[in-house]
C-alpha cells in the first residue's frame, strides 16, 4: 500500500523541513525532494497546505499533510513495518509526546526568540532556554536515552530535537546561545554527537557554511526589522 | 492496568481540565477528581507535574501523565477496547491530529490571549478579527474530515474533545474578550457541532454552572491583569 509517490515540499534552511526528511530517511522511503523558493510561494505549495501555507508539506499519492510533527507520526503510521518512532507502552508513548512538545515549544521557539531578541530580552530569553535544557536533560534520563530517546535507533522526540543540531553553530556562534556543560547535561551532549554520526542527518541537515552563510542574513534581517 | 485507581487534578473553569473530563467519561472510567487552588499548589500536583507545575494531571497507577491533549492520547490509547478516538486509516488518523493542533493554537491560545489583552489595544482587535477568520477556516476542518456531526463521526474523538470546551467558554469569550462568532449560515457546521456537544452527556459533567464559570474567570482575569 505504501509503494508510490512520495513527495516533500521543503525548504533546504528549515529546521521543520529537516523533521520530515529525517523520518523519511529513517524509513528508508523513496521520497522526491521539491525545493520551495517560498518567494513567491508556489501554486501546488498553496494548494497543498491552504490554512499555513507552509512547508513542509508531504505530498502521498496525492494526499498532502503538512505540519513537521504531524508529517512525521503520519510516516511512522503508513510505513510501520519497520523503524518504530515510538515505544509500545501508553505511559511511554504519552512521555514522548509531552517531550516533543517541550522541545518545540521551550527549545525551538526559545531558541528563536533570543536569537531576534535584543538586550534585556534577550538575556532573560538565554536564561530560560539554558534552564529549560537543564529540563531536557531529565527527561533524556527519565527515557534512559541511548543515546535518543527511541534507544539506539531514532524515534519521534529524536526527530523532534535533532535539527537544532544542525543549527547549533548558529545559535552558539550568531545568537549568543549557552548551552549546559557536557558535565551538567551529559546526555544532551551524548545525543547531539550521536545525531551527528547519523546517516539520516547527513541527508537532511545542509551544509554547515550554507547555512551558516544564509543566517547571517537572516539575523541581520531580523535585527533591522525591529 | 486499567484497574489501578485513576485520579485526575483539576480546576473546575479550566477548558484543559475540561478535555481531559470529557476523555474518561467518553470511554467510561471510573476516577477521582481533585480540585486545586492554583494560589496553593497541592505537593501532589508540584511532583506530578514538575515541569509546568500545571493542571490537568492524570494520575493512572502511579505515573503522571499532564498537559490535555496527551491525557486525551493516553486515555485513547490505555482503554482501547472502546470509543476509538481516532480512525484507522493514517491520512485521517494525521488530519485529526492537525485539526486539533489548529484547534489548540488558532482557537483556544489565540481566544484567551485576546481576552487577556487590554481593552484599547488594537491587538486585541487584531486577536478578534484572526479569530473568526479561523474559525471560518475550522469549517474546512470539519468539511475535510467529514464530521457528523463530530470529526470522529457519531461519537467524540481526540478533536471533538479538544474543541468541546468551547461550548462551555462561549459565553466567557464573547462578553470578556469581545469575540464575534460566525453565524450559523456562514458556519453550519460549527453550530451543529456546539449544539450536539451541549446535548453530549460528557459535557453534563465535564462542563460547570455557566454563571459560576463567568463569576470566576471575572475575577482571576482580574487578579492576573492587576499583578
Same mark, same amino acid.
Given at each position: 500500500?505504501?509503494?508510490? @509517490?512520495?513527495?516533500?515540499?521543503?525548504?533546504?534552511?528549515?529546521?521543520?523541513?529537516?523533521?520530515?526528511?529525517?523520518?523519511? %530517511?529513517?524509513?528508508? !522511503?523513496?521520497? %522526491?525532494?521539491?525545493?520551495?523558493?517560498?518567494?513567491?510561494?508556489?501554486?501546488?505549495?498553496? %494548494?497543498?497546505?491552504? !490554512?499555513?501555507?507552509?512547508?513542509?508539506?508531504?505530498?502521498?499519492?496525492?494526499?498532502?499533510?503538512? =505540519?513537521?510533527?504531524?508529517?512525521?507520526?503520519?510516516?511512522?503510521?503508513?510505513? &510501520?513495518?519497520?523503524?518504530?518512532?515510538?515505544?509500545?507502552?501508553?505511559?511511554?508513548?504519552?512521555?514522548?509526546?509531552?517531550?516533543?512538545?517541550?522541545? @518545540?515549544?521551550?527549545?525551538? %521557539?526559545?531558541?528563536?526568540?533570543?536569537?531576534?531578541?535584543?538586550?534585556? =530580552?534577550?538575556?532573560?530569553?538565554?536564561?530560560?532556554?539554558?534552564?529549560?535544557?537543564?529540563?531536557?536533560?531529565?527527561?533524556?534520563?527519565?527515557? @534512559?536515552?541511548?543515546?535518543?530517546?527511541?534507544?539506539?535507533?531514532?524515534?519521534?522526540?529524536?526527530?523532534?530535537?535533532?535539527? +537544532?543540531?544542525?543549527?547549533? &553553530?548558529?545559535?552558539?556562534?550568531?545568537?549568543?546561545?549557552?548551552?549546559?556543560?557536557?558535565?551538567?547535561?551529559?546526555?544532551? *551532549?551524548?545525543?547531539?554527537?550521536?545525531?551527528?554520526?547519523?546517516?539520516?542527518?547527513?541527508?537532511? +541537515?545542509?551544509?554547515?557554511?550554507?547555512?551558516?552563510?544564509?543566517?547571517?542574513?537572516?539575523?541581520?534581517?531580523?535585527? $533591522?526589522?525591529? | 492496568?486499567?484497574?489501578?485507581?485513576?485520579?485526575?487534578?483539576?480546576?473546575?473553569?479550566?477548558?484543559?481540565?475540561?478535555?481531559?473530563?470529557?476523555?474518561?467519561?467518553?470511554?467510561?472510567?471510573?476516577? =477521582?477528581?481533585?480540585?486545586?487552588?492554583?494560589?496553593?499548589?497541592?505537593?501532589?500536583?508540584?511532583?506530578?507535574?514538575?515541569? /509546568?507545575?500545571?493542571?490537568?494531571?492524570?494520575?493512572?497507577?502511579?505515573?503522571?501523565?499532564?498537559?490535555?491533549?496527551?491525557?486525551?492520547?493516553?486515555?485513547?490509547?490505555?482503554? &482501547?477496547?472502546?470509543?476509538?478516538?481516532? &480512525?484507522?486509516?493514517?491520512?485521517?488518523?494525521?488530519?485529526? *491530529?492537525?485539526?486539533?493542533?489548529?484547534?489548540?493554537?488558532?482557537?483556544?491560545?489565540?481566544?484567551?490571549?485576546?481576552?487577556?489583552?487590554?481593552?484599547?489595544?488594537?491587538?486585541?482587535?487584531?486577536?478578534?478579527?484572526?479569530?473568526?477568520?479561523?474559525?471560518?477556516?475550522?469549517? $474546512?476542518?470539519?468539511?475535510?474530515?467529514?464530521?457528523?456531526?463530530?470529526?470522529?463521526?457519531?461519537?467524540?474523538? /481526540?478533536?471533538?474533545?479538544?474543541?468541546?470546551?468551547?461550548?462551555?467558554?462561549?459565553?466567557?469569550?464573547?462578553?470578556?474578550?469581545?469575540?464575534?462568532?460566525?453565524?450559523?449560515?456562514?458556519?453550519?457546521?460549527?453550530?451543529?457541532?456546539?449544539?450536539?456537544?451541549? =446535548?453530549?452527556?460528557?459535557?453534563?459533567?465535564?462542563?460547570?454552572?455557566?454563571?459560576?464559570?463567568?463569576?470566576?474567570?471575572?475575577?482571576?482575569?482580574?487578579?492576573?491583569?492587576?499583578?
Amino acid at each position: 500500500m505504501a509503494a508510490e @509517490d512520495v513527495k516533500l515540499l521543503s525548504f533546504w534552511a528549515s529546521p521543520f523541513a529537516m523533521r520530515a526528511i529525517l523520518a523519511l %530517511e529513517a524509513k528508508g !522511503v523513496k521520497y %522526491e525532494l521539491i525545493e520551495e523558493t517560498l518567494n513567491p510561494k508556489s501554486q501546488l505549495l498553496l %494548494e497543498s497546505n491552504p !490554512v499555513y501555507k507552509k512547508i513542509p508539506v508531504l505530498l502521498h499519492n496525492g494526499k498532502a499533510i503538512p =505540519e513537521s510533527l504531524v508529517i512525521v507520526l503520519y510516516v511512522d503510521e503508513a510505513w &510501520p513495518e519497520r523503524a518504530g518512532f515510538f515505544p509500545k507502552d501508553p505511559y511511554a508513548r504519552a512521555m514522548i509526546h509531552f517531550w516533543s512538545d517541550f522541545i @518545540d515549544k521551550k527549545i525551538f %521557539e526559545v531558541a528563536f526568540r533570543a536569537a531576534k531578541a535584543k538586550g534585556e =530580552e534577550k538575556e532573560a530569553a538565554l536564561k530560560e532556554l539554558y534552564d529549560n535544557f537543564l529540563t531536557l536533560e531529565s527527561g533524556f534520563i527519565k527515557f @534512559d536515552a541511548k543515546p535518543f530517546f527511541n534507544g539506539s535507533s531514532i524515534g519521534y522526540a529524536d526527530i523532534c530535537l535533532a535539527p +537544532f543540531v544542525a543549527w547549533l &553553530p548558529i545559535f552558539v556562534d550568531l545568537a549568543g546561545i549557552r548551552l549546559p556543560t557536557a558535565e551538567e547535561a551529559p546526555h544532551l *551532549h551524548k545525543f547531539t554527537g550521536a545525531i551527528r554520526e547519523h546517516p539520516a542527518a547527513k541527508v537532511a +541537515f545542509p551544509d554547515e557554511e550554507k547555512l551558516v552563510a544564509f543566517s547571517r542574513i537572516l539575523l541581520h534581517r531580523w535585527a $533591522s526589522s525591529t | 492496568m486499567e484497574t489501578d485507581s485513576v485520579k485526575l487534578l483539576i480546576v473546575r473553569a479550566s477548558p484543559y481540565a475540561m478535555r481531559a473530563i470529557l476523555a474518561l467519561e467518553a470511554k467510561g472510567v471510573k476516577y =477521582e477528581l481533585i480540585e486545586e487552588n492554583l494560589s496553593a499548589k497541592s505537593q501532589l500536583l508540584l511532583e506530578s507535574n514538575p515541569v /509546568y507545575k500545571k493542571i490537568p494531571v492524570l494520575l493512572h497507577g502511579g505515573k503522571a501523565i499532564p498537559e490535555s491533549l496527551f491525557i486525551v492520547l493516553y486515555v485513547d490509547e490505555a482503554w &482501547p477496547e472502546r470509543a476509538a478516538f481516532f &480512525p484507522k486509516d493514517p491520512y485521517a488518523r494525521a488530519m485529526t *491530529h492537525f485539526w486539533g493542533d489548529f484547534i489548540d493554537k488558532k482557537i483556544f491560545q489565540l481566544a484567551v490571549s485576546t481576552m487577556k489583552t487590554k481593552k484599547g489595544d488594537p491587538n486585541k482587535e487584531a486577536g478578534v478579527s484572526e479569530l473568526y477568520e479561523n474559525f471560518l477556516t475550522l469549517e $474546512s476542518g470539519f468539511t475535510q474530515l467529514d464530521a457528523k456531526p463530530f470529526f470522529n463521526g457519531a461519537g467524540i474523538g /481526540y478533536a471533538d474533545i479538544c474543541l468541546a470546551p468551547l461550548a462551555a467558554w462561549l459565553r466567557v469569550f464573547v462578553e470578556l474578550a469581545g469575540i464575534r462568532v460566525p453565524t450559523a449560515e456562514e458556519a453550519p457546521k460549527l453550530h451543529k457541532f456546539l449544539s450536539a456537544i451541549r =446535548e453530549h452527556p460528557a459535557t453534563k459533567v465535564a462542563f460547570p454552572d455557566p454563571d459560576e464559570l463567568l463569576s470566576y474567570v471575572i475575577l482571576h482575569l482580574k487578579k492576573t491583569m492587576a499583578a
